[in-house]
């Protein structure tokens, strides 16, 4: 991991110590909360539909014990003893006083972590693979290049007041587990003739207006990576639109210019800029790196794999899920599961991130990571060691055997929480959960991906999930949208509206007539939902969803 230095400390207590200050003049009235908000925004702090809510930044997703320990501090000390972890990798506390939030910064700079940037039209908290630096895929670790990015965007000056808010998504693999089509930069590592360099990818973003990233630049030399990025943003600076926030982003930007003017703009723009570039940077990058040295890796049998593999079903079925291939022989990456069935998504309590941080202390090498998908990974296991953590895990309600399956849906806060959201998330995704453990269906599906957002800002990554469902308001009644085939991979693609939304009570049955629909359909057991759906296409999905207009086709067809 980074190791942070007394600068970063001095930062954080100076940037506390303000907010501290201003926290006090808006509780004794000298600032009205139109003048408090761009200031408690740009401190991570929002003010939600019942209480305000305090984003917390996991930088690229990676903790040690230690942080995850005072997560779970803070969550019993100043707010309701849970924590939610989100799509940006960031953890949220949803029930914070406002004259205790400075205290709750000074707690976390004590483990060096804070709410920097995790608001306002600026660079957001920088994402990466959650098997960053453990996956046998990878051609390098992403973690150190998004460092380098978050220090860079860290208060930079010119980037404060961006036309709208900025999200950058980094990988080490081909194999796409950050999402980097739907950001407004994703970077992917490449290595050409022993040269290491980057894929950028622009104007990507979901939300009212989505769609999927462009190449920008087919392989960037590494050196030239900061100057780049620093040309990107400042084209968009200059070029994004202010005069409608709905299409302030830089998707907006790319689609209204073509991609082909970005690209000149940029080019344009990075060779002003590329000489005062020095190579400072790429010495930091050095440094960087060898704060993320691989780990110590311990050499032992396997036996106790194995042995419980063989006897254990539970323990198996955990195994066939929520593992995955490790870069180092005997060891492999464990996802825990956030989402017990009917439970909320992305929740942690108090007592479950202790837990998750002394497993990690004594089975992982001090390390975990958030995922997007609101999991929480322990990167680096031997195989030894994973009955006794699938043990400890399920004593905990942590041991849910479903990453990858029907029941490991990602699901924004919704109406529960949100002031935005126009229909809630949280109870469909639990009802959904529930009713497919009730079936007993859940492995025979395998891999599919729901996602749900409670609106059009799809915080939920409804577009990307291979079944997608989106909350609407319908005249003050909650609607839900479906849409199907969207995909957060290398593949990446967004899903196709399958018609007329359901309601709260019907969208439950509809996504189970799906399900059902898919399993007659597929060409043998191994077929995915997504593979399925790519085959036959809409129509046969809907038909099922919607047996009325089939009927009504098949009798004007008949006549």
């Not at 009205?32 to 539909?49: A, C, I, S, V, W």
């Not at 940037?117 to 960053?132: E, K, L």
């Not at 399900?515 to 790519?534: C, G, H, I, M, N």
């Amino acid at each position: 991991m980074y190791h942070y230095t007394d600068f970063d400390a001095e930062f954080l207590a100076t940037r506390n110590a303000q907010f501290r200050a201003q926290v006090e003049r808006r509780i004794d009235g000298s600032l009205t909360e139109d003048e408090f908000k761009p200031l408690r925004l740009m401190n991570g702090l929002y003010l939600q539909l019942h209480a305000y809510m305090l984003r917390v930044a996991i930088p690229y997703g990676t903790l040690n014990g230690a942080q995850m320990h005072k997560l779970a501090d803070i969550a019993d000390k100043w707010d309701k003893g849970y924590g939610h972890f989100t799509t940006r990798q960031n953890i949220q506390y949803n029930w914070p006083e406002l004259r205790d939030v400075p205290d709750m910064l000074d707690a976390l700079a004590e483990v060096n972590l804070h709410a920097i940037q995790t608001s306002g039209n600026t660079i957001r908290n920088v994402t990466a693979d959650h098997f960053a630096g453990a996956a046998a895929d990878e051609v390098a670790d992403p973690r150190p290049v998004a460092e380098l990015i978050r220090q860079w965007s860290t208060d930079h000056p010119e980037f404060q007041f961006l036309p709208r808010k900025f999200k950058v998504a980094v990988t080490g693999s081909a194999n796409d587990r950050a999402v980097i089509k739907a950001h407004d930069i994703g970077l992917r590592i490449l290595e050409r003739d022993g040269e290491i360099g980057y894929e950028v990818i622009v104007g990507g973003g979901l939300g009212r207006t989505p769609m999927i990233g462009k190449v920008l630049n087919e392989f960037l030399p590494q050196a030239d990576l900061l100057p780049y990025l620093e040309a990107i943003v400042s084209v968009y600076n200059l070029l994004g639109r202010r005069d409608n926030k709905y299409k302030a982003r830089i998707k907006i930007t790319v689609h209204e210019n073509g991609i082909d003017d970005i690209r000149a703009r940029v080019e344009e723009r990075f060779a002003l800029i590329r000489p005062q570039f020095t190579g400072v940077d790429q010495q930091m990058l050095a440094r960087i790196e060898a704060d993320f040295a691989q780990p110590s890796y311990k050499t032992a049998s396997d036996d106790p794999f194995r042995n419980a593999y063989q006897h254990d079903p539970l323990f198996r079925s955990w195994a066939d899920t929520n593992i995955s291939e490790h870069r180092a022989p005997g060891y492999a990456i464990v996802s825990i599961s956030l989402k017990a069935h009917g439970k909320t998504p992305g929740d942690a309590s108090s007592s479950q991130m202790r837990l998750m941080a002394e497993l990690a202390k004594r089975y992982g090498h001090d390390e975990l990571r958030i995922s997007h998908e609101q999991n929480v990974i322990m990167p680096h296991v031997h195989r030894a060691d994973l009955p006794s953590v699938f043990s400890a895990l399920r004593a905990a309600g942590l041991g849910t055997a479903n990453i990858g399956l029907i029941s490991d849906i990602i699901a924004c806060p919704g109406m529960d929480y949100c002031a935005l959201a126009t229909a809630r998330s949280i109870p469909v995704a639990q009802q959904i959960a529930t009713r497919f453990d009730e079936l007993k269906l859940e492995h025979d599906v395998g891999p599919l991906k729901i996602k749900i957002s409670g609106c059009i800002n799809a915080c939920g990554h409804h577009h990307v999930g291979h079944i997608g469902i989106l909350g609407l308001d319908r005249a003050g009644v909650e609607n839900y949208q479906i849409t199907l085939g969207g995909d957060g991979t290398e593949d990446a693609a967004l899903g196709e509206r399958a018609g007329p939304g359901f309601s709260a009570e019907a969208i439950v049955p509809a996504i189970e007539t799906l399900v059902l629909t898919y399993l007659d359909l597929r060409a043998e057991p191994s077929e995915t939902f997504l593979q399925t759906y790519k085959r036959l296409g809409l129509a046969p999905f809907k038909a099922a969803l919607y047996p009325e207009d089939q009927s009504q086709k098949d009798r004007a067809n008949a006549a």
